[in-house]
């Protein structure tokens, strides 16, 4: 079992990677990444001529009987969020280390810019949810709960944890959801969260997990069920690297084997002119 002088030791070891990741990967700068994060409502005043009639509070206005447009200001804050499955497919070796580093990047990259970030853990139930605050204490936090999560369940339910997520967190976010996405039916829970928020999935995968090759009947075993699964592979390979469920374009894939920062450089690099 590890003593708090372990911890705070593979803490502040991570805080010194994930300072110069972020300073690679966002150039020192990662609120240009986020543009046009939105509008927040400010007020309600009466219409003036020239005001744009799409503005206009349609309720207000029915029971005032004059019209009134709703008042917005640019959101200056942002508020970033970490959805972190840590199911047991996740729960050990590289995956788990890069995982913590993926994550403690984003959150420390949020002190830069004095932003607010929060952060939700979960395996097949929604395990640890942590409101969005700022700070260094809070961040630091964060990471000592990546780093020693103890689930007390094993599988795996995106479609329950983003439910859950949509329904709890008001304030519009740039919602970083990293997992392997190996499950099932939460296409649906997907687009939903991306309605309201800005979603961004980082799929982390094993080294060996790209394909399964073709020739062989293979047996795995699940490591959240430990159940056994044969798969037929005689005839054709299968790519474990395809998921029509999520959106490419807001999809980062990251391998076990790979640098995983030149993967997150290239998807901030095209956001980045896509949104100028």
């Known amino acids: ?12 070891k991570i805080e010194i990677k994930s300072n110069t990741l972020a300073n690679d990967v966002f150039s020192g700068n990662y609120n240009t990444f986020f543009k046009g994060n939105g509008m927040e409502f400010e007020d309600i005043r009466e219409y003036y001529y020239g005001d744009n009639v799409k503005d206009i509070d349609w309720n207000v206005t029915a029971r005032q009987n004059k019209a009134y447009i709703k008042k917005y200001i640019e959101e200056r804050e942002l508020s970033i969020f970490l959805i972190i499955d840590l199911s047991n497919s996740n729960s050990y070796g590289s995956k788990k280390e890069i995982i913590s580093e993926i994550g403690a990047m984003l959150a420390f990259s949020s002190i830069k810019n004095n932003d607010k970030v929060g952060a939700m853990f979960f395996t097949e139930k929604v395990e640890k949810f942590i409101p969005s605050k700022k700070g260094r204490k809070h961040v630091f936090s964060i990471i000592e709960n990546i780093v020693n999560f103890k689930g007390k369940n094993s599988g795996t339910n995106i479609k329950d944890a983003l439910k859950y997520f949509y329904n709890i967190q008001k304030k519009k976010s740039i919602v970083f959801l990293i997992s392997d996405f190996l499950d099932e039916n939460y296409n649906n829970e997907i687009k939903m969260v991306s309605y309201k928020h800005d979603l961004i999935l980082i799929r982390v995968l094993e ?3 790209r394909k399964i090759p073709k020739g062989f009947i293979y047996n795995f075993s699940d490591l959240e069920t430990e159940e056994e699964i044969l798969v037929d592979c005689t005839d054709k390979e299968i790519d474990l690297t395809s998921n029509k469920r999520l959106p490419s374009q807001n999809v980062i894939n990251v391998f076990t084997d790979e640098d995983y920062v030149k993967a997150l450089k290239l998807f901030f690099k095209k956001r980045k002119k896509i949104r100028r």
């Not at 079992?1 to 502040?12: L, P, Q, T, V, Y």
């Open 1 to 12: 079992m590890s003593s708090n002088k372990d911890i705070i030791k593979k803490i502040k």
């Open 207 to 209: 080294k060996n997990a």
